[in-house]
């Protein structure tokens, strides 16, 4: 793939969670750089190599996209969800999964909120940095 497209793929999934790029074949044509990048806006870790990083990408959007219509409020996801879907979300999240749905259901969203803030976190950081670069000079003439 060259260079553009990649981009361009790492921009349309960041740009499009619902992206048909979302999966193990498209995202093993990114560098690692860029793979680190969509951890870095999903609020998950970054450590290993693409092949780890690529599945821990897919495993995450799939329990954050699962989660997404919840408030935080885990009484509306107990009804939902059966524990051993709740206990899988929680194993993929690398989080506790002990106890009954309404426990895992409150790690998940505690979990999903703290990964939605170091992703608008990192996010912000980025906006600034572009902000302070340089930026090109014209010439009123």
């Given amino acids: 793939m060259e260079a553009d497209t990649v981009t361009k793929l790492c921009s349309d999934l960041y740009r499009d969670p619902n992206h048909e790029g979302w999966n193990d074949y498209d995202l093993a044509t990114l560098p690692k750089r860029e793979l680190v990048f969509l951890c870095r806006i999903m609020g998950i870790p970054t450590y290993g190599n ?65 990964c939605r803030h170091k992703g608008q976190a990192f996010l912000n950081e980025c906006i600034e940095a572009t902000k302070a670069s340089d930026q090109q000079l014209t010439l009123k003439l």
């Avoid at 979300?89 to 009954?100: E, I, Y």
Wanted: net charge positive; hydrophobic share 40%; proline share 5%.
């Fill in 50 to 114: 693409a092949e780890t990083i690529t599945i821990r990408l897919l495993t995450c959007r799939i329990v954050r996209k699962e989660l997404s219509p919840f408030g935080d409020d885990p009484a509306a996801v107990v009804p939902v969800f059966k524990r051993s879907r709740l206990h899988w979300m929680c194993q993929q999240a690398k989080l506790w999964k002990s106890g009954n749905k309404y426990s895992l259901s409150v790690v998940l969203l505690r979990w999903r909120n703290e």
